[in-house]
């Protein structure tokens, strides 16, 4: 059998950062440094005629589309609905009194969840913009007393389960029909605090991803760092068994330092797609039963997101100040 390859297709240069990315109907929605969502096509470079939507005060930190409907949130707190074929902003709600980290879709697109830096998890009818639940249980504090943040969060593929994950490395699996909590996990490795000479701490979950089959859980952030100053730690994937909650296998990357900022499978299902970076950007490819990497190269820019956008292995990636596209064979 042959070795994957990911190659890179094709590169943009963009003046923002693009922290999110999501896909419909072969169109993709990044949102940026600049307060606004952009469309792009597969290959990343800006769709003509599609000018960007201006609707937030601060950085887009999460987007999510279906059914011609776009949802974006942002470090200003709002959650904001639009049109996709016209533009138009639809609705805006302040959802959160601090900064919005997260958004997400269920698989049925009915139910939007949104994480952000008041600990609090919400679920929310996607159609109607009603609060269904407000699930609280992240400590708004690390053990040394300093604010903690709400990184990430992440639908099971039935639906039925939402795992959400914080700056201290804890990880909470909730009911979404009645938002009770079933499940607390602990990564502790992705929570660096330094004690001795800076009084900070570095690190926390920045992205989480269900297999397909629904048995465990992924999680992304980065291992033990040695100057809190820099993301100087090992790229680090840890999988947690949905059934019993414990920790059953762990990734630790030789070759590329920095935070994984965005897990997701193949579109076959067989490979998890890691991608981040620290100075410099990287995506690795990994074999979820063997914990090894098949295959881990490095990008032209610091990683926020990828998206695949067709079951060929084209893949879209967006981060500081580019967009590309690769494809995996």
């Not at 959160?96 to 698989?107: A, C, E, F, G």
């Not at 996607?126 to 609060?131: A, K």
């Not at 001795?196 to 979950?205: E, N």
Request: proline fraction near 4%; aromatic fraction near 8%; charged fraction near 20%.
């Amino acid at each position: 059998m042959a070795s994957p390859k990911l190659e890179l297709q094709r590169e943009h240069g963009r003046e923002e950062i693009l922290f999110s990315l999501s896909g419909c109907d072969g169109e993709f929605y990044a949102g940026g440094s600049d307060g606004r969502v952009h469309c792009l096509n597969p290959t990343g470079q800006a769709a003509p005629n599609r000018p960007p939507l201006e609707g937030h005060q601060s950085y887009v930190t999460g987007v999510a589309c279906s059914r011609g409907h776009l949802w974006s949130v942002s470090y200003d707190g709002l959650l904001n609905r639009w049109s996709i074929e016209s533009g138009r902003l639809i609705s805006s709600q302040k959802a959160h009194q601090k900064w919005i980290r997260d958004v997400q879709l269920s698989p049925d697109g009915m139910t939007l969840a949104t994480a952000g830096d008041d600990m609090k998890l919400r679920l929310w009818d996607s159609q109607t913009g009603r609060l269904i639940h407000n699930l609280e249980g992240h400590a708004a504090q690390s053990p040394q007393g300093f604010s903690s943040m709400l990184y990430t969060c992440c639908f099971s593929p039935d639906g039925a389960l939402i795992a959400s994950a914080d700056r201290i490395g804890e990880i909470l699996i909730w009911e979404v029909s009645s938002g009770q909590l079933l499940q607390r996990w602990h990564a502790s490795t992705m929570y660096t605090w330094d004690e001795v000479q800076r009084l900070r701490s570095i690190g926390g979950i920045r992205s989480l991803c269900f297999s397909p089959d629904q048995s465990t859980l992924a999680v992304g952030g980065m291992g033990h760092v040695q100057n809190v100053d820099g993301l100087g730690g090992k790229a680090r994937v840890e999988w947690f068994e949905l059934q019993s909650g414990k920790q059953v296998g762990t990734f630790e990357s030789e070759a590329h330092k920095g935070l994984i900022e965005g897990l997701q499978f193949t579109p076959q299902g067989s490979h998890l797609v890691a991608a981040g970076g620290s100075s410099k950007g990287f995506l690795i490819l990994l074999e979820p039963k063997a914990e090894k990497a098949a295959l881990e190269v490095e990008s032209p820019m610091y990683v926020h997101q990828a998206v695949f956008t067709s079951d060929q292995g084209d893949l879209l990636v967006v981060g500081h100040q580019k967009a590309t596209s690769w494809k995996l064979t």
